[in-house]
């Protein structure tokens, strides 16, 4: 017959595995949350961004229609940066921030400890859609093109331009890179700070 010890560690035992069965049930049923909560994000996003970026292409010359393309581009170098700081910031720094009270340091802490999600949205989902919209952006500004000088051979205007479109997205990611492994701490506190101070003024427009 099995003593009172060796019957309490088998409990223990099975105490254990039935929490860790439960936790990994937790995780999985928010991993399905989150996949399902950033496909219809990532929809209603795009939709949005596609719809700002032809409300402005059909109101603005050639030139605009080239900083609106640039500002496209810098929205995903800018995201992508943010995406990589997350990812390789520190939590250390973080804890000691909020220890002390410190303005924007709980939401860098909760960042930080959700860096899979907040990468996976800034680099994935925002760097995606300003990928497509570039794109979609490019041939606008190349019918345009085409439309006002008869003699611009548009098979040439759109490799030209696809291909600066790539140069500068990867040149801007590669240095965006750089400067957010560099200063990943400071991005991420000041990324927190920023969503502090809007969480603080949408709970204040709300009436608390």
């Known amino acids: 017959m099995k003593n009172k010890k060796e ?3 088998v409990g223990y035992q099975k105490k254990g595995k039935t929490l860790k069965k439960t936790n990994r049930e937790i995780r999985d049923a928010k991993r399905k949350k989150w996949i399902i909560l950033i496909t219809i994000w990532t929809f209603f996003l795009s939709m949005s961004i596609n719809v700002i970026s032809e409300l402005f292409l059909n109101n603005h010359n050639i030139i605009m229609s080239f900083v609106i393309l640039m500002v496209i581009i810098a929205i995903g170098i800018f995201f992508d940066m943010i995406g990589i700081a997350v990812a390789s910031a520190d939590l250390t720094p973080f804890n000691s921030m909020a ?3 410190v303005s924007g340091a709980r939401e860098s802490v909760n960042i930080v400890k959700n860096a899979s999600q907040v990468s996976n949205f800034c680099n994935d989902v925002i760097g995606d859609i300003c990928g497509i919209v570039s794109g979609a952006t490019s ?9 006002s000088f008869d003699f611009f051979d548009s098979s040439v205007l759109i490799i030209v331009l696809n291909g ?7 040149g801007g990611k590669a240095m965006g890179k750089n400067i957010a492994m560099q200063h990943s701490t400071k991005i991420v506190f000041r990324f927190g700070y920023l969503v502090s101070r809007l969480r603080g003024s949408f709970k204040l427009k709300n009436g608390g």
């Open 99 to 101: 220890a002390n009270k």
């Open 139 to 147: 041939i606008s500004i190349i019918y345009q093109i085409g439309s």
């Open 7 to 9: 019957i309490k560690n």
């Open 164 to 170: 600066l479109v790539a140069a500068f997205t990867v």
